[in-house]
């Protein structure tokens, strides 16, 4: 499950960010706490945006004021020229010229009261800045949409022209999916990774082809660990796709899951992900 900190770091990470931190003091100069701003630059939209990540400070009341007091510091920081190298070619971009959007995202580990939501977002619209809060709730809706429901057991041979394909359907519906090239980042175990996933996920979806079938590997232990799950858990968790394979083949491979109804490759990837998705959405 993702923190907040995590996710004020991963939200507009497809832009060039700059940030500094800097802390709050007391009188007596001993340290309460540290703010982190970025200054979000996208360059192809030729426009800048402000994000703050403020942690719980028990001895500040309001430490988002203290935050937008920095706005217009944060946009006069000195790191402008960014050298763009596409192509054949570079192009030099200055920051500079990037318009404020005004948008200014404050996440607070600690839930700021409306009627104080109210104050800062009324003071904020007179100076031509919106304010977006997220805080624990955003967390948890986050966390509960990126959750994977379903993971995809494929042979490698088959990703690209089926697995991915199926990945990035049931993302389009808005149902997160388990899926190697998603889910797994450098230096995680692979075993350790397919084991959560095979746990946590409510259905699995397996990619049957020739290749998957004729698989001794990976593709037949995942098979495996599945099956024993529906048998722990008396629950239907198997999903089937085919795709130019027969019931025979597939009873050869397993007389159990060539009773199960599966959905056709040969029907599209959207017709084929709104059968899955159906599935998914209905308990076993």
Known sequence: MASLHEYFVKDGAQNLTTHQTWPLMDA???KLGELIARLHLDFDANAKYISFFIPEIPDVECPEAFALNEVAKILEWTETLVEIHAGMGNEKKDARELLFTGQIYLYSERPVPEELKDQLSIESKASGHRLTFRSRDYVDERNRWEKPRAFISHDSRDKACIAEPIALQLQKFMCPVWYDQFSLRVGDSLRESIERGLKECS????????NFLNNKGWSKREYDSIFTREVVEKKK??????????AADVYQYSPILADRVAVQWSLGVEEVGRQLLHAIDTKA
């Open 203 to 210: 259905k699995c979806i397996l990619v049957l082809t020739p």
């Open 237 to 246: 968790v198997i999903l089937p796709v085919w795709h130019e394979i027969s």
């Open 28 to 30: 007596h100069g001993g």
